[in-house]
């Protein structure tokens, strides 16, 4: 018997080597990754950079406070902001901790301008926001929620994508609206360019800052951040999952306007920012920001869409719908996605399940056009066994 807490429903399964978009059993199994840790390790597994990079950081520094200054912190700030609409960064573990320091910063933005009324935050009906007791009761997902009130204040729920309600939703105190870019867990729901745009106008027009988290979708899009094709800036952006390659790491991205309420003393975190997280993350942006590489993401995610929509026009008795961009995918079925998770598992390919009866498919962003065919064989041989 196990001696972890039994909170995941885990398969019965382990794996002791990774290498790309491979993950190998003690006895020699190979299976075509698409969960990759569920959106994390972008670069795929053991990258050779990513391992050489945290290997030579190990043997220099690990761990130093954050009352002194981290060269690698000020770097990797230093390069997220150049490339991103962002002015700062707060470095945390995980998205969870992101999402909460958004909270944070959003509220502790009005305080300071002398709006404390100015405190609650609208989110959506199926968001995934994190685990915390404010990240959990901002997406009130009953399934996660219950049994852990009394419920946290400070959150007005809308359904996604009707904008009726989210007019109706927004008064004098509202702060801020928070959305995924990408909804992940929620099933890859993608909220189109123009509702952003729409979003952001909507901000403005009510002295509200915009949060889009970016934790699942971040590098995935063929851009730096999913919201990037609309034009349009939001104030404030989590990040986490893919900016380590999966080593834990988590980033608060924000403007200069909403950066004055985060003086001395406002936030922390002992390991946020430490510099073998930070060796992590530029090892990652050293990859990602070479020439094309988010090109060739966009290109391959087209391969990757018009593959899966090839095999949904032939079986749409059992895959109804290709959502996503890039290379984060969804189908959203027609038949169970848990029995066709497990079927895919039985052809050595590993996928993972959202909302609304969604797979998702996480690959590589290394990924080549040679395992996107693997993918295409496996999933196609399922359809076939399920039809
Ligand atoms: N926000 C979004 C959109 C997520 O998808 C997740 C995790 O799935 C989180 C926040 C929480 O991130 P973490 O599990 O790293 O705490």
Not at 85 to 92: S, T
Not at 168 to 175: D, F, L, P, S, V
Not at 300 to 328: A, T
Request: hydrophobic content about 40%; charged content about 25%.
């Amino acid at each position: 018997m196990s001696s972890i807490l039994d909170t995941y429903a885990r398969k019965p399964i382990s794996f002791s080597k990774g290498k790309g978009s491979y993950l190998f059993t003690e006895n020699g199994e190979k299976y075509l990754d698409f969960v990759q840790g569920i959106a994390t390790n972008i670069l795929g597994h053991c990258h050779e950079h990513l391992v050489n990079t945290i290997q030579e950081q190990s043997k220099k520094l690990w761990h130093v406070s954050n009352a002194f200054i981290i060269d690698e912190q000020e770097k990797l700030a230093k390069r997220l902001t150049e490339n991103t609409f962002a002015d700062f960064v707060c470095f945390q573990n995980s998205g969870t901790e992101a999402t909460e320091a958004s909270i944070k910063i959003a509220r502790k933005y009005f305080h300071k301008i002398g709006k404390p009324e100015k405190n609650r935050i609208i989110t959506f009906e199926g968001a995934f926001h994190g685990r915390t007791l404010a990240a959990l009761f901002a997406a009130n997902n009953p399934k996660h929620t219950d049994g852990f009130g009394p419920k946290v204040d400070g959150f007005d729920q809308v359904p996604f994508a009707d904008e009726k309600a989210l007019r109706k939703a927004i008064n004098k105190k509202t702060a801020a609206i928070m959305v995924e870019t990408i909804m992940g867990e929620g099933g890859i729901k993608v909220v189109p360019d123009f509702c952003i745009k729409g979003l952001r106008e909507l901000c403005d027009e009510h002295e509200i800052l915009l949060i889009l988290d970016e934790v699942q979708c971040a590098y995935r899009t063929g851009n730096f951040f999913a919201f990037e094709k609309s034009g349009v800036n939001p104030d404030i952006v989590p990040i986490a999952k893919g900016i380590g390659g999966g080593f834990p790491l988590g980033a608060c991205l924000v403007n200069k306007k909403v950066s004055v309420g985060m003086t001395e003393g406002t936030h922390g975190s002992t390991f946020g920012g430490n510099p073998l997280a930070m060796a992590a993350g530029n090892a990652v942006l050293d990859v990602i920001l070479e020439k094309d590489f988010f090109k060739n993401v966009e290109t391959k995610g087209e391969y990757f869409q018009d593959g899966l929509k090839k095999i949904k026009d032939k079986y749409p008795k059992i895959i109804e719908e290709v959502r996503g961009v890039g290379l984060i995918r969804g189908l959203k079925m027609l038949v169970d996605n848990d029995e066709f998770i497990k079927k895919l598992m039985n052809n050595k390919m590993l996928a993972i399940k959202a909302s609304e009866n969604v797979i998702r498919l996480f690959p590589s962003l290394i990924v080549s056009n040679k395992e996107l065919d693997e993918a295409f064989v496996k999933i196609e041989k399922v359809c076939k066994e399920m039809s």
